[in-house]
């Protein structure tokens, strides 16, 4: 069984399902990625499985253990960390005292965890005493994505980490999520950047009205004649 195994989600906001029997799968160490169309619903299933929305149907688990119930604060200490698409840092707040905001359900010593952030994104360091509220884009993703690993997560989820970012920004962050897959996390992340995402991704998963219409290796999905054309511009 695959460490994350979403099967078969099915729900919505109170009215007509935005996603219907979608399953997305991801292993310790490697990078899946969902992609689709605006609107195909790959945000709602990111919160599905971060608990931040009930299913009508289908499940969740983690490392064989059904969290399908659980809220999004009892995730967390089981292995979750999500890193939000917008608002996702504490702009009153430097980026030490960020960082620390993740590590707030630890009882352990926190600074190797810190240091091994600093390691992953330098500038955090050079700008750990300024406010995350006085940082560039990139930057304040980067921030995002410290703070979650300051979790010590075994599954980041990542909702559009490259929005309104500048290309090298992209490749940049994406560089480092490799980084992160490569130390045993398992990285599920939406992303609009479609062809930049799956070039990195070990697994990918298209949606498309809330359904998985394509599931392979990123690799096989770039090859796919139809997935080029109808979702990656030719």
Known sequence: MSYLA????????????????????????EVAVVVGPNGAGKSTAMK??????????????????????????????????MVPQNRNVFVLMTVQENLEMGAFIREDNIAPTMEQVYELFPVLYEKRYQLAGELSGGQRQQVAVGRALMTQPKL????????????IVMDDLFDRIIEVARTGIAILMVEQNARQALEIADQGFVLVQGQNRFTDTGEALLANAEVRRSFLGG
């Open 6 to 29: 979403a099967t078969h989600m099915t729900c919505g906001y109170g009215g007509a399902n935005i996603i219907e029997d979608c399953s997305i799968t991801v292993e310790r160490g």
């Open 48 to 81: 599905a499985i971060f608990g931040m929305l009930n299913l009508t149907e289908g499940s969740v688990l983690l490392d064989g253990q059904d969290i399908t119930h659980l809220p999004p604060q009892d995730r967390v200490p089981k292995g979750m960390a």
């Open 156 to 167: 980041l989820m990542l909702d559009e980490p490259t929005a309104g970012v500048s290309p």
